[in-house]
C-alpha cells in the first residue's frame, strides 16, 4: 500500500511539474511577441535589409547571430539571462521580419493580410497545440522527419534569393506552413509528455514554430492576394 502511495505521489507530482512547465512556456510566448512586435515596427522604419547588399552574406550573418542566440539560451537556461537572451532572439526576429512587413504593406490591402495571417497562425497553433495536449497518440516519432524538412527549405530558399522565382517561393511557403504546423504538434507533445521540462527551451522551440508558420502564410497572402492598387 505504501509503494502504492509512492508511485502516486511521484506520478502526480510529475504531472504537476508538467503542466507548470507548459504553462510558463505558454506565458512566456506571449511575452515574447512583444519585442518581436517592436523588433518588426522598428525595422520598418529604419527599411532595414540585412540581405541588401549581398544575399549570401547577409543570410551568414543571420545563420551567425541566430546561432549565437541559441548557445546562449541554451548555456543561461536554467536563470533569468535565459529569459533576457530569448527576449533578445524574439526583438532579433522581429527586425529580420520587418522586411516582409514592409513588403506587405506596400499593398494597398496590406494590414488586411497582415491580420489574416496573424489570425491564420492563431488559428494553426490553437488547433495543434490541443491536439498535442489531448491526443493519446505520440509524435515523437516525427521529430528526424521534420527536421529534414527543415534542411530542404533551408537550400530551396538560400536558392531562391539568387533565382527570384514566385512559383518556387511559394511552393516553398507551403511546405514550411506543413511543416512547422506538424512541429506545434511535436514540440507541444514534448512538454506535455515530460521530455522537455525547461521552458526557456520550449518557449524557444514553440516560438520558432509560430514565427515560421506566420512568415510563410504572410508571404503566401502577399503571393496570391496582395493587391497593389
Known sequence: ???????FG????????????????YWL??????PTVLGAWLGVQMHLNLFAASPMIGFVLFLAIAFGFFYAI???????????FLLGFTFFMGLMLSRLIEFTLGFSNGA???????????????G???????????????????FAGVLVILVASLANMFLHLPALQLTISVVAIAIFSAYILFDVQQVVNGGETNYISATLAIYLDVYNVFANLLSILGIVGGNRD
Not at 29 to 34: D, E, G, Q, R
Open 1 to 7: 500500500m505504501n509503494q502504492l502511495d509512492t508511485t
Open 74 to 84: 541554451e548555456k543561461t537556461k536554467n536563470s533569468g539571462w535565459g529569459v533576457a
Open 29 to 34: 510566448l506571449a511575452l515574447s511577441m512583444i
Open 10 to 25: 511521484h506520478s502526480t507530482t510529475s504531472l504537476a511539474t508538467r503542466n507548470r512547465v507548459l504553462r510558463n512556456t
Open 128 to 146: 495543434m497545440a490541443s491536439i498535442a495536449t489531448v491526443s493519446k497518440r505520440d509524435f515523437s516519432g516525427l521529430g528526424k522527419f521534420l
Open 112 to 126: 488586411g493580410l497582415i491580420m489574416t495571417a496573424f489570425g491564420g497562425t492563431a488559428i494553426i497553433f490553437c
